[in-house]
């Protein structure tokens, strides 16, 4: 037998968001960093979307984010621009030397 899951319950972002007091929508770009093996996964349900979603571990692998970027609040609006810049269309190149 391989091993075993042993979380048997997790915390909505808009939980959490309350239970740390913090802004959801801020909370969902800091946490986007995380991953599975981080504790932050997705609760999907029929015909829906899903939420994002967290275990005990992944509340705690939060704060830990929550103080980095409170520290550094240009974090997320750099991810942003980087962003920007990959879903940018590129354009031909220009024919100069």
């Given at each position: 037998?391989g ?34 093996e981080?504790g ?58």
């Amino acid at each position: 037998m391989g091993p075993v899951n042993k979380v048997s319950y997790v915390f909505t972002l808009g939980h959490v968001a309350e239970m740390l007091g913090e802004d959801e929508e801020w909370l969902f770009e800091v946490a986007e960093e995380m991953d599975p093996e981080d504790g932050q996964l997705w609760v999907v349900g029929v015909g829906e979307d899903g939420v994002m979603a967290f275990t005990d571990d992944g509340i705690e692998n939060l704060k830990e984010l929550i103080a980095i970027h409170k520290e550094d609040p240009s974090i997320i609006e750099k991810r942003r621009q980087v962003l920007a810049a990959m879903m940018k269309p590129k354009t031909e190149k220009s024919d100069e030397v």
